[in-house]
């Protein structure tokens, strides 16, 4: 039978750590909390979730005044590139190396040495080195499966509760991976 997704994947380079969880955990805390993250990516964050707030203001706006409402975005870019710079050293010493992950708006893939339970509650920090982007999600584990060539086991979980502004930022991202990989095949045709 064949599998329908209802999202985009792509493959792409993050530092994730995961802990197990327990459901009530997840009931009571919109963003998980299990892990030690420095202000800035606290920081990112917040501005992720107040830039959704502000878009349907800022678009509201625009119908009345234009030239205000370019202002305003103009502000935006200002605050995103003052938080970008500031949090550009602190994502260089997030924890762990890199490992490629399968990606989409609805969940992802990723490796690891030991198996996981089907079921199983994840809390999910992930760091996008390239754009600096971090995220902290719920998960729950779909699939786990062994693969062959060594003692790895790549596990497939759905993202649970994921605020509007962390879904808004994945199609983003998602939407450039495709724009990157589609330009490097034309250029590959040239």
Known sequence: MTERRQFYRIDHPVIIEHQCISDAEIQQSGRPDQFEVSPFFLLQAQLRDLEAESNHCLHRLGEQSPAAEACFRVLNRKIDLIA??????????????????????????????????????????????????????YARVMRCSAIEAGNEYEIGVEFLRMPESCRTQLARLILEAQAKKRQHAQDSLS
């Open 84 to 137: 970008n710079t500031l949090s550009t050293d602190t994502f260089s010493l997030e924890q762990g190396e890199p490992q490629y992950i399968n990606l989409s708006e609805g969940g992802l893939n990723f490796t690891r040495t030991a198996p996981l339970e089907a079921g199983q509650a994840l809390a999910l920090k992930l760091v996008f080195t390239e754009s600096r982007l971090g995220l902290l999600l």
